[in-house]
């Protein structure tokens, strides 16, 4: 792409493809895409096409490169602590590029199979004092990082990256997408505390946890909104195209049912698989917090959306649950903010580059 003030993302899920095109110098010059809903893979290539093609002929520009936003609920997080004695010298940004490197290095070797896609310093021990942020112009006898990594399967990364590279695209970082949308509706809704976001999609729902601003955990369950349809389908001995439409619309005063089940069968098939799905989150979420304190829950994601807070009333469930209902422009921007905005607890993997760089600048751009 020619016009180095274009951002492009793409966020591929398993079920709908979208992507947002961001102008650096004019926040309001941005494009959004979304395909069709899929339910298997063989769409999914053409659909990204789709979009390549309405993108470069909206914007004039010829697209060679975009960041890549997945999910999956075989992502890996992973926390590891690391420390150095530095014996009174001052603390500079390259003795923690050195820990971070150093537990980069550990990951890398202990778990070849998975892409590294986001670190995160939550804490920095220094000479027994915890802060939130690299202080500035300190001395230091001793040092300890906790570092948190968000790690995605190799293979599915380079599923769409091989995919991207067939129409000559590169791709320049992986995101997270349920940590980026998390980190973006915290920020944006000034949540504190404990708060605990159920992101549910197509197959796999995500549960990331914070406490103020610090990732204390994430998690992927394998079961999502196509669970849902499934147990239509089966329960109605119907096909799973009119189970997945029957989801979709039961809340609409058009909805044609007919006499082998009513509204009320329907909405309590959907509501006990969702009342599940959010049990088996609440659950995770007090298992990796290990406290009885209480916790906000933030219920997102396409999977979701057959619920909002009309109906959470109807819920067998034995907490209060926030739904937010994002939009493609939200999740898009989620990645754009989360790659532009200052960030002083993210260390930032950057793609390697045919231009002459320092052994660090290699590796990472460091607090954005």
């Known amino acids: 792409m020619n016009n180095k003030n274009l951002k492009i993302f793409f966020d591929c899920g398993s079920s709908k493809i979208r992507a947002g095109v961001f102008n650096e110098n004019n926040k309001e010059g941005s494009f959004y895409y979304e395909?069709?809903?899929?339910?298997?893979?063989?769409?999914?290539?053409k659909e990204i096409q789709k979009i390549i093609g309405s993108l470069e002929k909206d914007t004039n520009e010829y697209v060679?490169?975009?960041?890549?936003?997945?999910?999956?609920?075989?992502?890996?997080?992973?926390?590891?602590?690391?420390?150095?004695?530095?014996?009174?010298?001052?603390?500079?940004?390259?003795?923690?590029?050195?820990?971070?490197?150093?537990?980069?290095?550990?990951i890398l070797k202990y778990y070849p199979n998975y892409n590294i896609a986001h670190i995160v310093i939550n804490n920095y021990k220094i000479d027994g004092v915890d802060y939130s942020y690299l202080p500035d112009e300190i001395k230091c006898n001793f040092i300890s990082l906790d570092i948190f990594f968000i790690c995605l399967p190799s293979d599915l990364v380079l599923y769409f990256k091989n995919i991207f590279s067939k129409s000559n695209i590169s791709v320049d970082q992986i995101i997270c997408s349920s940590y980026a949308k998390s980190i973006n509706y915290k920020d944006n809704l000034n949540l504190t505390g404990y708060t605990s976001f159920i992101d549910v999609g197509f197959n796999k729902t995500s549960i990331i946890t914070y406490f103020n601003n610090k990732i204390i955990s994430w998690e992927g369950l394998s079961i999502g909104g196509n669970n849902i349809t499934k147990d239509i389908s089966k329960i109605l001995a119907i096909d799973l195209k009119k189970s997945e439409h029957l989801k979709l619309n039961f809340n609409q005063n058009n909805i044609i049912l007919n006499d082998d089940f009513s509204l009320e069968i329907l909405q309590k098939i959907i509501f006990s698989r969702t009342e599940e799905i959010l049990e088996l989150s609440t659950k995770s979420i007090k298992s990796n917090l290990l406290i009885t304190s209480e916790f906000n829950i933030v219920l997102m994601g396409e999977g979701s959306k057959i619920l909002d807070n009309q109906y959470t009333n109807q819920i067998d469930f034995s907490k209060d649950i926030n739904f937010l209902e994002e939009t493609t422009k939200d999740i898009c921007q989620s990645g754009f903010n989360l790659?532009?905005?200052?960030?002083?607890?993210?260390?930032?993997?950057?793609?390697?580059k045919h231009i002459k760089q320092g052994f660090f600048e290699k590796l990472f751009h460091f607090f954005r």
């Not at 069709?36 to 290539?45: A, G, I, M, P, V």
């Not at 960030?343 to 950057?350: A, R, T, Y």
């Open 35 to 45: 395909s069709k809903f899929f339910t298997d893979d063989s769409n999914l290539e």
């Open 64 to 106: 060679d490169r975009i960041n890549l936003m997945l999910d999956n609920p075989k992502i890996l997080s992973i926390g590891i602590s690391v420390s150095r004695k530095l014996n009174g010298s001052l603390l500079k940004e390259t003795n923690i590029k050195f820990l971070a490197q150093e537990a980069k290095q550990q």
């Open 339 to 352: 790659m532009t905005r200052s960030n002083k607890q993210e260390v930032i993997v950057i793609p390697k």
